[in-house]
């Protein structure tokens, strides 16, 4: 089984790395298609799914996941959002969401300026290059969980949800999003 991971980002490829122990786990460098900082959950679940499909297309691997971190606002507060995506090559494409936690004022307000996080994030801590290493979220709860923890849990749910869905036998593509599923009558 091949994996392919829409990203060269080691923080990122370790995550995927973590959970698909026995399969061939590919990075590939793709266009995340949107914002190289996305500013809302949508906009960040859009750019996992797109760099799962763009990675999984372009190697022709059997499954195709996609990791990507945004902010969204909220309170008055940014929060730090993460989305990550697994496609197969049948079309299937489930997404799951994970860990958020709020930014310090003087980064997310640099972030509003228009500065990408992991920028903000060298600059607030006199490091460097920690998006592709504990990332904010090591920073910020004092190395407790990592970038790469953080998005191996997303790559448990993403994976999980795909077991659930096959053990049910279902129509791999009857997921319960970007669809209208649900009735408020
Ligand atoms: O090579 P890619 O896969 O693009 O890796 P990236 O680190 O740029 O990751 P994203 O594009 O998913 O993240 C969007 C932006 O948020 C930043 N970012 C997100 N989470 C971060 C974290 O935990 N630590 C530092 N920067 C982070 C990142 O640097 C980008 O500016
Ligand atoms: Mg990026």
Sequence with gaps: MVIAVGTTNRAKVAAVA???T???VVPVEVDSGVA?????DAETRIGAIHRAKEACVKIKAD???GLEGGVVEMNDTLWVCNWGALVDSAGTVITAGGARFPLPPEVANDVLRG???GEAMNEYTGKEDIRQNEGAVGILTNGRISRADMYAHIVQ?????YEFLQSKGEDNNAI?????TIRRS
């Design 36 to 40: 190289a900082q996305p500013f809302s």
């Design 22 to 24: 026995k399969e061939q």
């Design 176 to 180: 319960y999003c970007d669809r209208s």
């Design 63 to 65: 499954i195709g996941i």
């Design 18 to 20: 973590a959970v698909f």
């Design 157 to 161: 749910l993403l994976v999980g949800q």
């Design 115 to 117: 500065k990408e996080l």
